[in-house]
């Protein structure tokens, strides 16, 4: 089956099969760069002082352990469709860990202080959908955080990053992974998702007020916060 958002037993499939070697990749081929915009999404939360978190599509867990970790006594719920990479999220101790789908959460209206998503708003079949889901499910006043890859602006960063996206990053990771279509279907996905003031303008679309952008890394990387409106 073709790997596309549209599909989300493909994207499941995806996740699956690369769920074991998912976190070792990550860090080689960001460089270690993915620990650095973790923090700095940590950082952007401190003002907030959350004591109920959901962090979705949290995959291995890595956003919500290092939330856990930097918040003392704040609960972090993990949600996530794909259960290999829950149980990767299980194996490093993460405690709250739910299986289910970010376009329709389990969860009552109004029920989390923070929902925070890394790398997977752009993986869902509808980023409204997945926008507005976070919506409903945190407190009026509560807030958002967004981390997931961006184009560059500049053009000569933008040239240089796609050659690197849609030419090497497929041959290297898809020697470590056995799934190239992987690597390729992330870059295709990439391009397509918006950023910057278009993301922001979808996030206050989506019930939200006070949305910034936060380029990261030459703006391959950018995090977006929100307040619910
Ligand atoms: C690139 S990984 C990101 C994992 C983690 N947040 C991180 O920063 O490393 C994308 C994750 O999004 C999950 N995902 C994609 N679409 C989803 C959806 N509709 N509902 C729940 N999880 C989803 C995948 O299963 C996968 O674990």
């Given at each position: 089956m073709e790997i596309s958002k549209e599909h989300p037993d493909s994207v499941r499939g995806l996740f699956a099969s690369i769920a074991g070697r998912y976190q070792t990749v990550n860090h080689v081929l960001s460089g270690g760069l993915d620990w650095y915009w973790r923090a700095v999404a940590v950082r952007l939360m401190r003002p907030w002082n959350p004591g109920l978190v959901l962090d979705v599509a949290?995959?291995?867990g890595d956003l919500a352990s290092a939330i856990g970790k930097h918040f003392q006594g704040c609960r972090v719920v993990g949600a996530d469709f794909c259960r290999p990479m829950l149980e990767v999220a299980r194996r490093r101790g993460l405690p709250e860990l739910v299986e289910a789908d970010g376009l329709k959460l389990p969860f009552p209206d109004g029920t989390f202080h923070a929902v925070t998503v890394a790398f997977g708003l752009r993986n869902m079949a509808s980023w409204e959908g997945g926008l507005k889901e976070m919506a409903r499910v945190l407190k009026p006043g509560g807030h958002l955080l967004v981390l997931d890859f961006s184009l560059p602006t500049l053009p000569v960063i933008r040239s240089l990053y796609r050659f690197y996206l849609h030419r090497i990053l497929p041959i290297v990771a898809g020697i470590a992974t056995g799934r190239m279509d992987a690597y390729e279907y992330l870059g295709g996905s990439i391009e397509k998702f918006p950023s910057g003031e278009t993301m922001s303008s979808l996030i206050r679309n989506c019930?939200?007020?006070e949305a910034t952008a936060k380029p990261l890394s030459l703006g391959t990387v950018s995090i977006y916060t929100a307040t619910r409106a």
């Open positions: 949290t995959g291995s019930g939200f007020t």
